[in-house]
């Protein structure tokens, strides 16, 4: 990393070119990771009926056997390759670069001219623009790196979210565990007390809204993917940054939830997803948290 020290520039531009090629796989965990979760659960829960030997009476129905024959079929973030959903023609390597193809093709599939959403173009290029963010802001280090990792794991686990309210495992504990070992061999600033007193902090303060309000209206309020996420940013950021963490996600989560019931003109017991904003604040505090912190004491408070 030696090279950056003299050409510091390189260091965004390789970063932007990087985050454009994570965000086209990014894209390709947004919409498949959910899809393989929920082909393990209905393949643990055909195994848990076959134990109890219920499921042998349903073999010959035609409905479980397209979805055993359907679980048979191995499907991974690498299997089978990418396909228009509409006519199944396999998307060739040139017609995957990112943005460029998109803009080539305009938006619709080669072959039958269905049209191909923009938001993979958009992930890919905010991919690009917030990787771009973080090395301006961090040096070329191991540290620098790790933000990197940090940011694309929010971007997946936010879209994730928005389209299907989860928010994996796969995504928020090794989230939670490499904030940990950053701080655990000094790589992070933050250290390993802060980052242990973070992650534990993030998690019982939602673990305890969440009680808090289920007791008394009998309702789930949050999942445990957002206790998990929290946790993570936690570790990440330590936990003097949790209270300016969880002031700006509800700020946040609140002008969206106000313009989401506006468009959808639904009800106020409408359920949003609460991840988003966690990551959202979660990276702007790891980018300017101190910066908004002494404005807001210097500005606000008068301090």
Known sequence: MIIFDYYPFLFPILAGVFGLLIGSFLNVV??????????????????????????????????????????????????????????????????????????????????????????????????????????????????????????????????????????????????????????????SPISLQDAVIGAMAGYLCLWSVFWAFKLLTGKEGMGYGDFKLLAALGAWLGWQQLPLLILLSSVVGLIFGIIQLRQQKKGIDMTFPFGPYLAIAGWFCLIWGHDIAHWYFTYMLGA
């Open 30 to 187: 947004i919409y498949r990771l959910p899809v393989i979760m929920e082909r393990e659960w209905k393949q643990e829960c055909f195994d848990y009926l076959s134990e109890l030997k219920i499921g042998k009476k349903f073999k010959n129905d035609p409905e479980i056997t397209a979805h055993l024959d359907e679980l048979a079929q191995p499907f991974n973030l690498s299997i089978p390759r990418s396909r228009c959903p509409k006519c199944g023609t396999q998307i060739r390597a040139v017609d995957n670069i990112p943005v460029i193809s998109w803009l080539f093709l305009r938006g619709k599939c080669r072959q039958c001219a269905n049209p191909i959403s923009p938001r993979y173009p958009a992930i890919e290029l905010l991919t690009a623009l917030l990787a771009v963010v973080v090395t301006c802001y961090f040096p070329a280090d191991w540290y620098g790196l790790a933000l990197l990792f940090f940011t694309f794991t929010l971007i997946a686990a936010t879209f994730i979210d928005l389209d299907t309210m989860l928010l994996p495992d796969q995504l928020t504990l090794p989230l939670l565990w490499a904030g940990l070992a950053l701080s655990a061999f000094g790589i």
